[in-house]
């Protein structure tokens, strides 16, 4: 298939509004393509190229290119020529990428080049997530999308299922099913204001513990335990105390879903930063393991001794789950069978703010709720992130950010004065949407925190674009730098250390929650501000 397919589609994709005339586009474009290719349409469509970060940045990728007369770019041979540029390394390595990258745009039209520069810089934004190339998949292959759904959950990805279904017929999708030793897409929560906006919608449900650690999913088989994260990466190797613990459970086979976490020597958990930073590490797993053991913590359970648990309720599945897995080795929970009718009385919180035993729902109004608030509060007082509310009858929706789950986190709220904005692509093209942020300095400038694009609503993008090329000092076609005036009330979930940054720390999942009109970047919050809040 020729790269200019998908780089139409992806243009015609952004810019059609209706949902089904978007899985239309892509089930036209997956029909068309071979399906040894597909699994390369759906990664260019979704922005993440199967070689990941390219090593290309947009210095090099704005130098002008004459393009192409007409397309002859293969999809395949973009796939060759992106993994020669991702193998590029060494002395000599920038001009070695300048040369095969010239060749690359030198081979595709202008409209290939665009798509081809945005793709390697990871600026594909058009809204052809993996949910909507699910649909248009199943549309091209004329199965029911809750049956694709399905075989993906089982596979853990998109491209294998796609591409078998589209070669072989709907009856491929019988060959994708839970398997122990093959990863399956983690069910993820959507978000609830309060603990009380929580309960209230689901009703009997579970109060569970949401711990800023590493989500990990544990299998266990004959051929022993592998470890994979929430991108399905294998990370057995480094993770040797959960694999020691997998190892010592009761029973035969089984796939556990959960948590790991470090804990300080006062029982608090470390920051999120240094969890990952010993997961991540390829190196001295001894030493490391040494200097910050983890602890993993399981909320559930998806297979065990040869059985599929995914349709059962999670009360059902927790019964599994606490046969398999001590308690001490579990995230803590706590049940509300009867969020209007159980007293906060029933519930004993001791001096440590751990909650003991279940709720029995035989009290009287609200006690439920009470309750569930109540360790909602013990949860934080311990240095969680908050909690998750599960409900009790809720299957295990995998791949799915179903709203059988709801997660409740405080929210930290920054005032910040927008530094520079970049210009947008696909839907957000000729609009400034990413923001960069910064809190104010002892000496009287400005500190960056971070960039977001998220929360903007179209009629934001709209006024600040105008807001901000009134303040414009420089526009280099990428980033407009701006005179720091313009002042942006900011959520975020909390912060972490970076070296990006001068103040030493980021904000972790930053996003726009109103412009500040009446307030002046003196009034905008300050570095320290900042990082007091951590």
């Known amino acids: 298939m020729l790269l200019a ?20 586009l892509l089930a036209g474009l997956f029909a068309a393509a071979p399906p040894q290719e597909v699994d390369l349409v759906i990664a260019y469509l979704a922005g993440r190229p199967p070689q990941g970060r390219i090593g290309v940045g947009w210095r090099l990728l704005s130098e002008p290119v004459p393009a192409a007369e007409r397309p002859v770019l293969t999809v395949t041979a973009t796939d060759d020529a992106l993994s020669a540029l991702a193998a590029v390394s060494g002395t000599g ?20 080049q665009e798509f081809l520069r945005r793709l390697i810089a990871g600026e594909v934004r058009q809204g052809a997530l993996e949910a909507l190339a699910l649909e248009g998949v199943a549309a091209a292959a004329g ?27 709907p009856g491929a999708l019988d060959g994708f099913t839970v398997r122990v030793g093959r990863p399956v ?17 689901l009703g009997p449900c579970s109060v569970e513990e949401k711990l800023d650690g590493i989500r990990v999913q544990v299998h266990r088989s004959a051929s022993g335990v592998r470890v994979y994260t929430r991108s399905l990466e294998e990370i057995t190797g480094r ?23 470090a804990l300080g020597t006062d029982g608090r958990p470390v920051a999120f930063q240094e969890v990952a930073s010993r997961v991540g590490s390829r190196l001295d797993v001894r030493a490391a393991h040494a200097a910050l053991p983890l602890s993993p913590a399981f909320f559930d359970v998806l297979a065990a001794d040869g059985r599929e ?29 009867a969020p209007a009718a159980v007293p906060a009385a029933d519930v004993d919180v001791d001096a440590a703010g751990d909650v003991d035993g279940d709720v029995d729902g035989d009290g ?10 109540e360790f909602w509060e013990a949860a934080l007082a311990r240095g969680h992130e908050g909690v998750v509310v599960k409900a009790l009858d809720s299957p295990y929706s995998a791949g799915r950010r179903g709203r059988l789950w709801l997660k409740v986190k405080p929210v930290h709220t920054l005032d910040l004065v927008v530094l520079a904005a970049e210009w947008g692509h696909g839907r957000r093209a000729g609009f400034l949407s990413n923001l960069h942020l910064g809190a104010r300095a002892a000496d009287g400038g400005f500190v960056m925190l971070g960039k977001t694009f998220k929360g903007l609503t179209d009629a934001m993008l709209r006024d600040q674009t ?69």
């Open 364 to 373: 009287g109004p609200d006690g439920g709720l009470r309750a569930a608030e």
């Open 239 to 261: 993770l040797p105390e959960v694999t020691a613990l997998a190892e010592g459970l009761p029973g035969g086979e089984f796939i556990l879903d959960g948590e790991v976490i």
């Open 309 to 337: 648990l995914l349709d059962l309720p999670l009360r059902e599945r927790h019964a599994v789950l606490d046969r398999l897995v001590p308690e001490a080795a579990r995230v803590r929970r706590l049940l509300v069978d």
């Open 185 to 201: 897409q983690p069910m993820l929560a959507h978000t609830a204001k309060s603990v009380a906006e929580a309960v209230r919608a």
């Open 5 to 24: 397919e998908v780089a139409r589609v992806s243009r015609e994709v952004a810019e059609a509004s209706a949902r089904s005339a978007k899985t239309a």
């Open 93 to 112: 390595a920038q001009a070695a990428r300048r040369a095969l990258l010239v060749e690359l745009l030198g081979a595709a039209t202008a409209p290939e």
């Open 466 to 534: 105008r807001l901000l090329r009134e303040l414009a000092v420089s526009d280099d076609g990428f980033t407009v730098r701006v005179r720091p005036e313009f002042v942006v009330e900011i959520a975020y979930d909390g912060l972490q250390r970076s070296t990006r940054y001068p103040a030493g720390v980021t904000l972790r999942f930053a996003r726009v929650v109103r412009h500040r009109p009446d307030k002046t970047a003196a009034e905008a919050d300050t570095v320290e501000t900042v990082i007091a809040s951590a």
């Open 143 to 169: 199965v029911p999308a809750a049956a694709l759904r399905r075989a993906v959950m089982h596979a853990g990805a998109l491209p294998p299922v796609a591409r078998a279904v589209l070669a072989d017929g």
